[in-house]
């Protein structure tokens, strides 16, 4: 596969990344709590379920143009979760509690693993299943 970007794809990264980081700073603001981290874990597990939901829902179903794809799941939900300011808020938030910090991060990975399953299962819930 040749890899290939053009202005428009570019611009769609950047719109979505724009929207996506405006959106995960929007949550943050409502739902702001260091101690238990809410508002990283409520973007993570969003943003898992919207990327499966998007790349089995739309790209592999419908024909949709290049710029979206990647305006949507490397722009949008790229910017929209955030792994790494989840272990960031870790390690400055909980110091001395490994236990604590460990829970967490692995409630943030499974809960975004059953994430991304849900958004596959609604999406072919909705009849994706077949091209249209």
């Not at 939900?77 to 870790?90: K, P």
């Amino acid at each position: 596969m040749k890899f290939k970007m053009n202005l428009v794809d570019l611009l769609a990264v950047f719109i979505g990344g724009f929207l996506g980081g405006f959106a995960r700073f929007m949550v943050d603001q409502l739902l702001h709590d260091s101690v238990s981290l809410l508002g990283t874990t409520t973007v993570n597990i969003a943003g898992s379920f919207l990327l499966a939901f998007i790349t089995y829902g739309l790209v592999i179903f419908f024909d949709v143009p290049n710029w979206l794809i990647v305006g949507l799941g490397t722009g949008f939900i790229g910017a929209f979760t955030t792994f790494s300011t989840l272990v960031l808020n870790l390690v400055q938030n909980v110091p001395g509690r490994p236990d604590y910090a460990m829970t967490i991060f692995a409630l943030n990975l499974i809960l975004g693993l059953l994430a991304a399953l849900a958004g596959y299962l609604v999406a072919t819930s909705l009849g994706w299943g077949r091209k249209r």
